[in-house]
């Protein structure tokens, strides 16, 4: 790691961490949703809305922060996107729970199960990766898996997409269930994006 002589705002490692810790309540939302009867969804829905909200203060505390300090631990442009992709992790869990509810899904298909199990490894591993920004240390695995982990994720959609188009569903179903597994699958996608951030950060730092 190169030597600096000026001093760093640190607190930035703080609230990406806590932006993390956020996710993983998201993901657990998701995995309560899985066994939850239609009764329950709304409550769950709910809660995963306030953890939404709690992500976009996390994100906005950063970008306050950013704005206000005159010397960052790495890249403002670094800072700003991995505080972005962050943010929209929990944007599409969000929207995800949120689709379920508003469209009366009774029954997710085969398959989605498979899809939130990979967003909660992802958000476990993320969570952990985090505060080793402060060192810049152990972070190669971390993104390894994390880009493994979107490709099993791109594996997974797409067998749901084939299940969905093959006859089984009415057509008006077909369309409420491949937006929502759509909008995981965006999720995957957006884990991979904060993995990409922080290889980008730890090659600068090296």
């Given at each position: 790691?190169?030597?600096?002589?000026?001093?760093?705002?640190?607190?930035f490692?703080?609230?990406?961490?806590?932006?993390?810790d956020?996710?993983?309540?998201?993901?657990?939302?998701?995995?309560?949703?899985?066994?939850a009867?239609?009764?329950?969804?709304?409550?769950?829905?709910?809660?995963?809305?306030?953890a939404?909200?709690?992500g976009?203060?996390?994100?906005?505390?950063?970008?306050?922060?950013?704005?206000?300090?005159?010397i960052?631990?790495f890249?403002?442009?670094d800072?700003?996107?991995?505080?972005?992709?962050?943010?929209?992790?929990?944007?599409?869990?969000?929207?995800?729970?949120d689709?379920?509810?508003?469209?009366?899904?009774?029954?997710?298909?085969?398959?989605?199960?498979?899809?939130?199990?990979?967003?909660?490894?992802?958000?476990?591993l993320t969570?952990?990766?985090?505060?080793?920004?402060?060192?810049?240390?152990?972070?190669?695995?971390?993104?390894?898996?994390?880009?493994?982990?979107e490709?099993?994720?791109?594996?997974?959609?797409?067998?749901?997409?084939?299940?969905?188009f093959?006859?089984?569903?009415?057509?008006?179903?077909?369309?409420?269930?491949?937006?929502?597994?759509?909008?995981?699958?965006?999720?995957?996608?957006?884990?991979?994006?904060?993995?990409?951030?922080?290889?980008?950060i730890?090659?600068?730092?090296?």
């Amino acid at each position: 790691m190169r030597f600096r002589l000026t001093p760093r705002e640190t607190s930035f490692y703080d609230m990406f961490a806590a932006s993390a810790d956020n996710i993983v309540t998201g993901s657990k939302l998701l995995m309560e949703l899985l066994g939850a009867d239609a009764s329950a969804r709304a409550e769950i829905a709910e809660r995963m809305r306030a953890a939404e909200h709690a992500g976009d203060d996390a994100t906005h505390a950063i970008f306050h922060q950013l704005n206000s300090s005159f010397i960052t631990p790495f890249d403002r442009e670094d800072i700003y996107n991995l505080a972005s992709s962050l943010d929209d992790i929990m944007d599409f869990m969000e929207e995800a729970v949120d689709l379920v509810v508003l469209y009366n899904v009774e029954d997710l298909p085969k398959g989605v199960d498979q899809q939130i199990e990979v967003l909660a490894r992802a958000a476990e591993l993320t969570a952990e990766a985090m505060p080793n920004l402060r060192t810049m240390d152990n972070l190669t695995e971390y993104w390894i898996e994390v880009n493994r982990l979107e490709n099993q994720a791109d594996q997974v959609h797409r067998k749901l997409l084939a299940h969905l188009f093959n006859g089984t569903y009415e057509a008006i179903e077909v369309l409420k269930l491949k937006q929502i597994v759509d909008v995981l699958e965006e999720a995957a996608d957006a884990f991979e994006h904060v993995a990409n951030t922080v290889e980008t950060i730890a090659v600068k730092e090296s």
